[in-house]
């Protein structure tokens, strides 16, 4: 199985998350620009372009909407995915994940440690999101841990 580091948007418009409730988040653009397809700051964010193919891999994932301030329509979605532990990683000094063992059919998850959390997609989703052509999204081949065995 073959993964890749999702990096998230970097420039363009800043999100302030005004309260946190747990069904609906109330945000500002702190910055105007160009809204992100995936953000991890003031927390995981992404686009309704990404949250759409999302549903199509992980239909029972659940989505808290973001709405602008004074708006109805949420304008991005946060996104809680399934966790690998620590031990199922390789890290780099700067705490991003250089290597993961294989969770199966999982097409995204997380691996948090102390310095950063990273977030993992399988090739069928990594593929799928470069077809799509999305905007501010960088992916980064990992390895896989224990690879020869899952060829």
Same mark, same amino acid.
């Given at each position: 199985m073959e993964? +890749?580091?999702m990096?998230? +948007?970097?420039g363009?418009g800043r999100v302030?998350? %005004?309260?946190?409730d747990k069904d609906?988040?109330?945000?500002s653009?702190?910055k105007?620009g160009?809204?992100?397809?995936?953000? *991890?700051?003031?927390?995981p964010?992404?686009s309704?372009r990404?949250?759409?193919l999302?549903?199509?891999f %992980?239909p029972?994932?659940?989505f808290?909407p973001?709405? #602008?301030?004074?708006?109805?329509?949420p304008? #991005?979605w946060s996104?809680q995915?399934a966790?690998?532990?620590?031990?199922? $990683?390789v890290?780099?000094e700067?705490g991003?994940?250089?290597a993961?063992? /294989?969770?199966g *059919?999982? /097409?995204?998850f997380m691996v948090?440690?102390?310095?950063k959390?990273?977030?993992?997609?399988?090739? $069928?989703?990594a593929?799928?999101?470069l077809?799509? !052509?999305?905007?501010? #999204?960088? *992916?980064e081949?990992? !390895?896989?841990l224990?690879?020869e065995?899952? $060829?």
């Amino acid at each position: 199985m073959e993964y +890749f580091l999702m990096k998230p +948007f970097e420039g363009g418009g800043r999100v302030k998350i %005004l309260n946190h409730d747990k069904d609906i988040f109330i945000c500002s653009m702190s910055k105007k620009g160009e809204l992100p397809d995936f953000t *991890l700051h003031p927390c995981p964010l992404i686009s309704d372009r990404v949250k759409e193919l999302l549903e199509q891999f %992980l239909p029972s994932m659940d989505f808290t909407p973001c709405v #602008l301030e004074g708006e109805g329509v949420p304008i #991005l979605w946060s996104f809680q995915p399934a966790v690998l532990e620590e031990e199922g $990683a390789v890290f780099r000094e700067d705490g991003s994940v250089s290597a993961v063992r /294989p969770m199966g *059919l999982m /097409p995204l998850f997380m691996v948090p440690n102390y310095k950063k959390v990273s977030y993992v997609i399988n090739l $069928a989703l990594a593929e799928c999101l470069l077809r799509r !052509g999305y905007l501010n #999204l960088e *992916l980064e081949r990992i !390895g896989t841990l224990g690879g020869e065995q899952y $060829a």
